[in-house]
């Protein structure tokens, strides 16, 4: 188990609220949504299905986007501060199992020959470090210090 993925689960155990544990629920559903889009965007169908599915995605993502939005508006400022720590070690938990889930596989592909499962992955980890890098920005120095001392290898 990676640091951030342990520093994650001692996140969850002991201070998230269930607004913040609802928040970061709604924001991976969010990042799963916007993979999806994705994936359908850059596939080269022209059967209706497609568009059906591509507008379903888009309304999915948009019902999200607000419910987070709504939830967020209601949080004081120290359950905002765990909802970033929360989902920056989530998504450093993801990318660091980047070297896994694309092993043996090239950027190289063809996207018209690259299988739907490797296509997602590629997709969510480019979205995953994204992400991660937006997220970093947005934090305060001292929830820089917390997110840097929660990943470390030293805490015990």
């Not at 188990?1 to 559903?29: E, F, G, P």
């Not at 450093?92 to 690259?114: F, K, N």
Request: proline content about 4%.
């Amino acid at each position: 188990m990676s640091y951030a993925a342990i520093a994650l689960n001692r996140l969850i155990s002991l201070t998230m609220t269930n607004s913040v544990s609802q928040l970061l629920t709604i924001l991976q559903r969010v990042s799963q949504a916007g993979i999806r889009l994705t994936c359908v965007q850059l596939s080269t169908s022209l059967l209706e299905e497609h568009w059906s599915l591509e507008r379903r995605l888009q309304e999915e993502l948009v019902s999200l986007e607000q419910r987070a939005t709504r939830l967020l508006a209601t949080m004081s400022p120290d359950e905002r501060s765990e909802v970033k720590l929360g989902r920056a070690l989530f998504l450093q938990m993801l990318v660091e199992s980047a070297p896994r889930r694309l092993r043996g596989w090239s950027d190289q592909d063809r996207l018209d020959q690259m299988p739907p499962s490797r296509l997602f992955e590629w997709i969510a980890h480019d979205h995953e470090q994204l992400e991660l890098a937006q997220v970093e920005a947005q934090m305060t120095p001292e929830e820089a210090a917390r997110y840097v001392s929660a990943s470390s290898p030293l805490q015990g």
